[in-house]
């Protein structure tokens, strides 16, 4: 009993030790005023593809290699945000709230046209495929890596917008990457076509707590106002959704 009990408590030990600490995800030139603030925001217009958050990650090469294409004449915007939670979550619990499709429903943004908060997602469900409209259950159970998925949110801006879901799931990490399968308009103009825009949402459980880092890169059609209009919008939605996922936890 004795000796099953002290290997029991080795195992735990040892598990515990193989857990980062937050200083060695965070890049050590960021890693205090992250601590200090609890999150950080840098924006990139260039379309150079450096990513000045990106923590340290088996899944940085693929975050990277996620980047949209960009098109010669096009606005490029790329918004990273960092986040540092001290409580704990669990790379399997990430991954639950991760395919809680339905619960981004409802969920309120800041719009500075409106000068207010408001409803961002009038609905959002899954569903079968990047054609369909169908509402289906969401499927948040096992393990998620490899995992494609589809969904559709009712935007307050963009309208009904069809998404891929693409999971990736190991033993201490989890990404998700969302990918637009409809053209996202201004009014009447689609500026940001199918494939155009790709959010990042990676979660790294540590000793301290969780990292979060949120990256949504796009290529996008110039028309007059455009810039300012997409660089709010897309911004406010990635806050919203990082705001989203704390509050599952």
Not at 75 to 91: A, D, Q, R, S
Not at 105 to 114: A, Q, V
Not at 159 to 165: A, D, F, I, P, V
Request: glycine share 6%; proline share 3%.
């Amino acid at each position: 009993m004795i000796t099953a009990a002290l290997l029991t408590c080795g195992t735990i030990l040892s598990a515990q030790t193989t857990e980062k600490s937050v200083r060695e995800i965070v890049n050590k030139k960021y890693c205090d005023k992250l601590l200090e603030k609890g999150n950080l925001i840098f924006t990139h217009e260039d379309g150079s593809g450096n990513l000045t958050l990106l923590p340290e990650s088996e899944y940085a090469d693929t975050i990277k290699n996620n980047l949209v294409e960009k098109q010669d004449k096009h606005f490029y915007f790329t918004y990273e945000t960092l986040y540092f939670i001290p409580n704990k979550i669990t790379v399997q619990r990430s991954s639950e709230i991760a395919r809680t499709i339905s619960k981004l429903k409802g969920i309120k943004y800041y719009s500075n046209t409106r000068k207010k908060e408001v409803v961002l997602y009038k609905r959002a469900f899954l569903i079968e495929n990047e054609k369909s409209i169908t509402p289906l259950e969401d499927k948040n159970t096992g393990n998620a890596d490899g995992l494609i998925l589809y969904c559709l949110t009712d935007d307050n801006s963009f309208g009904q917008t069809r998404y891929m879901l693409n999971y990736f799931q190991s033993e201490k990490e989890l990404l998700t990457v969302f990918t637009n399968k409809d053209g996202i308009g201004l009014g009447p103009i689609k500026v940001i076509t199918p494939d155009s825009l790709v959010i990042n949402l990676l979660i790294e459980p540590c000793k301290e707590g969780v990292v979060i880092y949120l990256c949504a890169d796009l290529d996008c059609k110039k028309v007059p106002g455009g810039r300012e209009k997409i660089t709010e919008t897309i911004s406010s939605r990635v806050e919203a959704i990082s705001k989203w996922f704390i509050s599952m936890m």
